[in-house]
């Protein structure tokens, strides 16, 4: 087992930062639109920010994991729906260019027309094997990033002609992932939602579609077909950067905020500010301490699970465990960050503003089911062998 180095891009980085005053000016306007504005989606494909986790050879950046968690948690400090769509287009093309077949890969990422790829993976479609590939039904929900994306990924069972459902050969239920192209998908809108309201996480439907076979991959036994030793890591680990990124961002976020807002804002019937109150000072001392222990533990985490990926070929069984403890620790410990802010804030966390906002997105992503009870049950599970 390596224990692995955290090294960061800070070139790529430094793209990232550098959207943050766009994102923020647009961050009202995409929450009325219910998803990212074009200007913004148009300057985050400038910087490349969809095809960050896309293997070299066809037009990624393949950066590292480390590297892929900063960009996330650097996107979603500026605005958390934001960082969250990225996420979720970034992990999605990148399983679209690391597991699908030859012929898909490159028609997806076409040079000069790299795709965008969104949607619900989890299995709440079907897929009946035809000749060459499948028929696909499903309704789904919750597709983050999909009103700018090329191809949506949608989640099934696999069927066999009477609709029962299969098995693979490991004995575990078949499940595939497929991809299709966002002109073959009914879009049904239904993200009337407290939090996240701007990543455009959009209900759809597919319809008895056929979809060739190398447009898809099984779920639980996909086989990384080209990029290079970083992405032995495997597809779960790669999400939990998503999301670990996205708590980290928008906890500090706030806390940055409350910080600020404490040195001039005073409580009716206050005499001082709140900086000056003792229990403030106590308060905030603990959350910040909290969220710095939680990045430490996220970024040592996915640091060791990708350095013993990259030199063995995959990540061990407590290590991936502990990423995604990590990630619902983190995810704990931002939302925890946001409840002081809001309350510390009085009516200028009530009102519309970047608190408030925080407050929705971290609790809208507490409700993910990457982030649930579970995750920490196996980790548990794990230390105890």
Same mark, same amino acid.
């Given at each position: 087992m390596t224990t692995g180095t955290i090294a960061i891009d800070e070139a790529l980085l430094d793209r990232a930062r550098a959207l943050a005053p766009l994102i923020e000016a647009e961050a009202d306007v995409a929450e009325r639109e219910n998803t990212t504005t074009q200007v913004v989606v148009d300057a985050l494909a400038g910087a490349e920010?969809? !095809?960050? %986790?896309?293997?070299?050879?066809?037009?990624?950046? *393949?950066?590292?994991?480390?590297?892929?968690?900063?960009?996330?948690?650097?996107? +979603?400090?500026?605005?958390?729906?934001?960082? !969250?769509?990225?996420?979720?287009?970034?992990t999605s093309s990148c399983f679209a260019a690391i597991y699908t077949g030859e012929t898909a890969a490159h028609e997806m990422f076409a040079a000069g027309v790299r795709g965008i790829h969104a949607g619900m993976l989890g299995p709440v479609g079907t897929a009946r094997r035809v000749e060459g590939g499948y028929r696909v039904s499903g309704h789904y929900q919750f597709g983050s990033g999909c009103a700018h994306a090329s191809f949506i990924g949608a989640g099934t069972v696999e069927v066999d002609a009477d609709g029962a459902p299969l098995?693979?050969?490991?004995?575990? &239920?078949?499940?595939? /992932?497929?991809?299709? &192209?966002?002109?073959?998908? =009914?879009?049904?809108?239904? !993200?009337?939602?407290?939090?996240?309201?701007?990543?455009? +996480?959009?209900? $759809?439907?597919?319809?008895?579609? $056929?979809?060739? =076979? *190398?447009?898809?991959? +099984?779920?639980? *036994?996909?086989?990384?077909?080209?990029g290079g030793s970083g992405f032995a890591v495997g597809l779960f680990?790669?999400?939990?950067?998503?999301?670990?990124?996205?708590?980290?961002?928008?906890?500090?976020?706030?806390?940055?905020?409350?910080? *600020?807002?404490?040195?001039?804002?005073?409580?009716?019937?206050?005499?001082?500010?709140?900086?000056?109150?003792? /229990?403030?000072? $106590?308060?905030?001392?603990?959350?910040?301490?909290?969220?710095r222990a939680a990045k430490a533990l996220v970024y040592e985490s996915f640091a060791a699970a990708d350095g013993t990926a990259r030199a063995d070929g995959a990540a061990t069984h407590l290590q991936q465990q502990r990423l995604r403890a990590a990630t619902t620790y983190a995810t704990r410990v931002a939302a925890d960050a946001?409840?002081?802010?809001?309350?510390?804030?009085?009516?200028?966390? %009530?009102?519309?503003?970047?608190?408030?906002?925080c407050f929705r997105d971290l609790h809208a992503?507490?409700?993910?089911?990457?982030?649930?009870?579970?995750?920490?049950?196996? $980790?548990?599970?794990?230390?105890?062998?």
């Open positions: 920010m969809f !095809w960050a %986790l896309v293997p070299r050879a066809l037009g990624g950046l *393949e950066t590292d994991l480390c590297t892929a968690l900063a960009l996330f948690e650097e996107l +979603s400090r500026a605005d958390g729906s934001t960082g !969250w769509s990225v996420m979720a287009n970034a098995t693979a050969e490991s004995g575990l &239920p078949a499940m595939r /992932i497929v991809l299709v &192209p966002r002109d073959a998908v =009914e879009f049904r809108g239904n !993200w009337d939602v407290l939090g996240l309201t701007s990543t455009g +996480s959009f209900d $759809y439907v597919i319809d008895d579609v $056929y979809v060739p =076979e *190398e447009f898809t991959y +099984s779920l639980l *036994e996909h086989v990384q077909l080209r680990a790669i999400t939990a950067a998503g999301h670990a990124g996205f708590a980290l961002g928008v906890g500090r976020r706030v806390l940055d905020e409350i910080v *600020e807002l404490a040195k001039t804002r005073v409580r009716m019937a206050g005499f001082t500010t709140i900086a000056a109150d003792p /229990i403030f000072q $106590y308060e905030l001392a603990t959350h910040d301490c909290a969220l946001s409840r002081f802010a809001y309350t510390w804030a009085g009516s200028a966390g %009530l009102r519309p503003g970047v608190i408030q906002r992503g507490t409700q993910h089911i990457y982030v649930e009870n579970n995750t920490l049950n196996g $980790y548990g599970q794990a230390l105890l062998g």
